[in-house]
C-alpha cells in the first residue's frame, strides 16, 4: 500500500520538475523548430535571432539528458579584466603569427611555421583562456573560452558584458539538456546539447531564461 501511495507523489514530482521555467523555455523553443509551436519562441535565443537560426528545423526532439546545474556568482569587474586580457593577447598572437609567417612583410615568399613556432607564438594566449577558466568557470564555458565561437562577432556574451558593465557583480545559471532529433529526409539521429541560461547583475540587469545560441557552422 506504502508504494502504491508514494506511485502518484513521484509522478507528480517528476511533472512539476518538467513545468519550471527552464523546461518550459527550452520545450517552447524545440517545438518552434518542428513547427509544431510557436514560432516566436526563437526569439528566447540569446543577442536575437540570426538568419540561420530562423530557417533551423528538426523533424522530431527529446531530451535525452541533463547535466548538474551551473552556477556562479561574481565581481563584473573581474570578468571584464579576464575578456580584456584574452582579447589583447589573441590580437598580438595573431599579428605574430602573421608577421612570422611572411604574410605581413613584402617578402614574395610565404614560409610555413613549424608546430614548435605555433605552439610558442599561442601559448600566452591559452594561459590567459586558461586562466579564464580557471577564476569564472561558467562565465568562460558559456563565453566558449578557448574555442573558435568566442572570437566570433556574433558572440552573444560580448555585448551582454558590455551591457552589465563593470560595476557590481553577476549571478550566471546554466542548464545543459542533451537533445536527440531526427533530421533530414533520412530521419538521422543527432545528439547535440541546448544551453539553457539566466543572467542577472546586483545594478538591476536580468536576461531572463535564454537559449544560448549555437555558432553557425559548430553545434558544440
Not at 8 to 21: C, F, R, T
Not at 108 to 121: D, F, G, P
Not at 183 to 203: A, I, N, Q, Y
Amino acid at each position: 500500500m506504502l508504494r502504491l501511495a508514494l506511485l502518484p507523489l513521484l509522478v507528480s514530482v517528476g511533472a512539476a520538475a518538467q513545468d519550471d521555467p527552464v523546461h518550459q523555455v527550452a520545450r517552447a523553443y524545440l517545438d518552434a523548430l518542428t513547427g509544431a509551436g510557436d514560432d516566436a519562441a526563437r526569439e528566447s535565443l540569446l543577442g536575437g535571432v540570426t538568419m540561420n537560426a530562423q530557417i533551423a528545423t528538426i523533424g522530431s526532439w527529446r531530451i535525452v539528458a541533463e547535466d548538474p546545474v551551473r552556477k556562479e556568482t561574481a565581481s563584473l569587474q573581474a570578468a571584464n579584466q579576464l575578456m580584456t586580457d584574452l582579447d589583447k593577447s589573441g590580437r598580438s598572437t595573431l599579428a605574430a603569427l602573421l608577421n612570422q609567417s611572411g604574410a605581413l612583410s613584402n617578402d614574395i615568399e610565404v614560409h610555413e611555421l613549424s608546430e614548435a613556432e605555433a605552439n610558442r607564438l599561442l601559448a600566452p594566449t591559452k594561459e590567459r583562456a586558461s586562466r579564464f577558466f580557471r577564476t569564472l568557470p561558467v562565465l568562460a564555458y558559456v563565453a566558449r573560452v578557448s574555442k573558435p565561437v568566442y572570437w566570433h562577432p556574433k558572440n552573444p556574451i560580448r555585448p551582454l558584458l558590455v551591457q552589465a558593465g563593470s560595476d557590481g557583480t553577476y549571478s550566471l545559471e546554466v542548464h545543459r539538456l542533451t537533445i536527440e532529433s531526427l533530421e533530414g529526409p533520412r530521419k538521422e539521429v543527432r545528439r547535440w546539447p541546448l544551453r539553457v541560461l539566466r543572467f542577472t547583475t546586483s545594478k538591476g540587469l536580468d536576461t531572463g531564461w535564454k537559449i544560448l545560441p549555437a555558432s553557425d557552422w559548430n553545434g558544440d
